[in-house]
T-cell receptor, first 110, second 115 residues
Framework: GEDVEQSLFLSVREGDSSVINCTYTDSSSTYLYWYKQEPGAGLQLLTYIFSNMDMKQDQRLTVLLNKKDKHLSLRIADTQTGDSAIYFCAEIGRGNKLTFGTGTQLKVEL | EAQVTQNPRYLITVTGKKLTVTCSQN?????MSWYRQDPGLGLRQIYY???????DKGDVPEGYKVSRKEKRNFPLILESPSPNQTSLYFCASSPKVSVPGYEQYFGPGTRLTVT
């Protein structure tokens, strides 16, 4: 099956690092994505990683991919209140089908 | 401005009353898709369309219909809505589904309540 799982909630203090985790089951996944959904809005692409990479860094965002364990993580350094949102991981697997995870609600506290 | 628009943004209706949620994109994208978002379930794909006059079922197509008569529009039709279709619906589009690293552009969402 094509299940993508995430923990539902994460709470961090402003200035700390946030780590959002995701596990997937489709070993044929070629690309893995992180989308951000702010309150009352649609999803926006944050970053993506190709399956032959282990890590990708983009300013405050670091994506780590462990293909052996089918584990993807998103680290946000120096988390700000504007980072409060729901974060979805997604994978492209067989048939170019995009499958989204359950979403992690990140709450940033002062 | 490049965007995906949906209408209406909010809708409360009664069981059995046919409704249509419109979706339009101005980016000349080939691929369009409908998702529903429910707490704890993430986004689940309802239907998608690879191009004009080409539509396919996603993971949860029961109770929904779509059409793609023009490239820019992809309406979602609920012929006989039921309370279990109460959800937040998103339309999305992208240039081509098979382009590596492609980004799906999402509409703002339509919150539907069926009583």
């Amino acid at each position: 099956g094509e299940d993508v799982e995430q923990s539902l909630f994460l709470s961090v203090r402003e200035g700390d690092s946030s780590v959002i985790n995701c596990t997937y089951t489709d070993s044929s996944s070629t690309y893995l994505y992180w989308y951000k959904q702010e309150p009352g809005a649609g999803l926006q692409l944050l970053t993506y990683i190709f399956s032959n990479m282990d890590m990708k860094q983009d300013q405050r965002l670091t994506v780590l991919l462990n293909k052996k364990d089918k584990h993807l993580s998103l680290r946000i350094a120096d988390t700000q209140t504007g980072d409060s949102a729901i974060y979805f991981c997604a994978e492209i697997g067989r048939g170019n089908k995009l499958t989204f995870g359950t979403g992690t609600q990140l709450k940033v506290e002062l | 401005e490049a965007q995906v628009t949906q209408n209406p943004r909010y809708l409360i209706t009664v069981t059995g009353k046919k409704l249509t949620v419109t979706c339009s994109q101005n980016m000349n994208h080939e691929y369009m898709s409908w998702y529903r978002q429910d707490p704890g379930l993430g986004l689940r794909q309802i239907y998608y369309s690879m191009n004009v006059e080409v539509t396919d079922k996603g993971d949860v197509p029961e109770g929904y219909k779509v059409s793609r008569k023009e490239k820019r529009n992809f309406p979602l039709i609920l012929e006989s809505p039921s309370p279990n279709q109460t959800s937040l619906y998103f339309c999305a589009s992208s240039p081509k589904v098979s382009v590596p690293g492609y980004e799906q552009y999402f509409g703002p969402g339509t919150r539907l309540t069926v009583t």
